[in-house]
């Protein structure tokens, strides 16, 4: 995987309500502007009112669907779904949206997050008699509302969120409805749009709202379950709102600069971040300040601004360079940072640099940015990371390593210096962190960062990325793109 990451983003849901415009399409334009969000699948589920067609498979947004696909998924209602697998692994029966039968009709589901009881409630309705094809914690989700006794749809969705327990924003279709459902903690982000007068999108993030040109309204609030239908737009209280928890590392790192959270652009709080990690780590004598692209630029911005240094490009990204489903041998694996960056000589050569990158989360791809920065001839390399430390797993549907592989729950930051080969390194605190953001810490899950999860973890949860996986149920294992059309 070339990737100078170690922290994986969660996957991007989008829904669309949209009679009389071609939903899909623009479910397709919201999905690639979340690409970010995930770059293992793709698929889109669509109904025109009396049958539900979905499309899906393995790869980037682009690579998944094209014009003709699009020409087919005809219907005014649409959900799509990008995915970076945290529950299941990366194979084609986890590809999301997921189609299901009931007594309430067709519906498809498509799901961000992590459900931290799903083994709990996949092996009571196993003890039942119900089955299982997929691998993913979302078909728990399905197969709850398959299987709830509530009268309705909609019942039977509140019903369903009163027993899982975890991170979820989900979009549900219908052949008539888009449902759009947040935890009772609001984890995961999720937002609403409204595309004109009868017209609305649900999404991860604001950025998805933008390319399909619709107006932002506000978030969906945690706990609350959204109906949009023929008659408009319902607002409901589905479960209690037990805290606001957005993921903090929404605004470090995953949500695109752009998007909008808390009421505040990305962009700008990370260059406020850049600011504040000025004044507790200034680097007085250095000649130059850049980031590590993307996520590291506003943050680079801000430093330079609060410290006087020139901000200028240190190294150029590769932009055509995604995830890969090849596995690359050791040696591929240590050339995968040049790969994706390429240093320019004419910034860092017998200079001192100051190298702004948003986390540390193992090292190792750090260290190898930083041996590369010198190769180009920067004769001191001061690292600064405009967040604090991360030292905790995430099991609300980031993927991270287990704790004992992150390197500062092991090392102190001295201790890291000397692992990456720096000559100076800091670390934004926390409390910087939240003055830069403007919100109160409380609004937040910080758990990465200290140990406070919101949600209580079970010893199950913690191994849960693989605790489905078993032989493929369908004959031949995975071996094409699904695509189908659900009649009446």
Do not use: W
């Amino acid at each position: 995987m070339f990737d100078i990451k170690d922290v994986r983003e969660e996957c991007g849901v989008v829904g669309v309500y949209a009679p009389g415009e071609q939903s899909a399409r623009l479910a397709f334009f919201g999905l690639f502007a979340l690409q970010h969000r995930g770059q293992e699948s793709a698929g889109i589920a669509v109904s025109d009112g009396q049958s539900i067609k979905v499309h899906k498979d393995m790869g980037l947004v682009t690579q998944v669907f094209n014009e003709a696909l699009l020409s087919d998924l005809t219907g005014g209602i649409a959900i799509g779904h990008t995915r970076y697998s945290t529950t299941g692994s990366s194979v084609l029966r986890n590809v999301q949206p997921i189609l299901a039968e009931s007594r309430f009709g067709q519906f498809a589901v498509a799901h961000n997050g992590d459900l931290i009881n799903a083994a709990e409630l996949r092996a009571e309705m196993e003890t039942r008699g119900i089955s299982f094809e997929s691998t993913n914690d979302s078909e728990v989700i399905a197969k709850l509302i398959t299987n709830s006794s509530a009268d309705s749809l909609e019942k039977a969705v509140i019903e369903t969120m009163c027993r899982i327990k975890g991170a979820y924003s989900v979009v549900i279709l219908t052949r008539d409805r888009l449902i759009a459902i947040r935890d009772a903690y609001g984890i995961r982000p999720l937002c609403l749009g409204r595309l004109n007068g009868g017209s609305y999108v649900v999404a991860s993030e604001t950025c998805a709202l933008n390319v399909v040109g619709a107006v932002y309204m506000r978030e969906v609030e945690p706990g609350e379950m959204i109906v949009i239908d023929d008659h408009g737009i319902h607002e409901n209280r589905a479960i209690p709102l037990e805290r606001h928890a957005l993921c903090i590392f929404e605004f470090i790192y995953f949500a695109r600069p752009d998007s909008l959270m808390y009421g505040r652009t990305l962009h700008e709080a990370r260059r406020r971040m850049g600011h504040q990690l000025a004044l507790e780590h200034p680097a007085p004598n250095a000649h130059v300040v850049f980031p590590i692209p993307d996520t590291g630029t506003p943050a680079a911005i801000g430093f330079a601004e609060v410290s006087r240094i020139p901000y200028a490009e240190g190294v150029i990204k590769n932009r055509y360079i995604h995830r890969t489903f090849i596995q690359p041998d050791q040696r591929m694996r240590d050339l995968g940072v040049r790969m994706k960056l390429t240093p320019l000589k004419e910034t860092l050569a017998g200079r001192r640099v100051v190298m702004v990158e948003d986390s540390i989360v193992r090292g190792t791809t750090t260290g190898q940015t930083v041996k590369m920065i010198r190769d180009a001839g920067a004769v001191e390399v001061h690292v600064r990371i405009a967040s604090p430390p991360y030292r905790f797993p995430c099991f609300y549907g980031i993927d991270t390593a287990a704790q004992d592989e992150l390197i500062a729950a092991k090392l102190s930051v001295e201790e890291i210096r000397d692992y990456i080969g720096a000559d100076s390194l800091g670390y934004l605190s926390l409390q910087g962190l939240i003055k830069a953001i403007g919100v109160k810490k409380d609004f937040f899950c910080r758990a990465c960062l200290d140990g406070k999860y919101p949600i209580p973890i079970s010893d199950e949860a913690k191994v849960q990325k693989f605790i489905f996986e078993r032989e493929p149920t369908e004959p031949g294992g995975e071996l094409s793109s699904v695509s189908y059309d659900a009649g009446p």
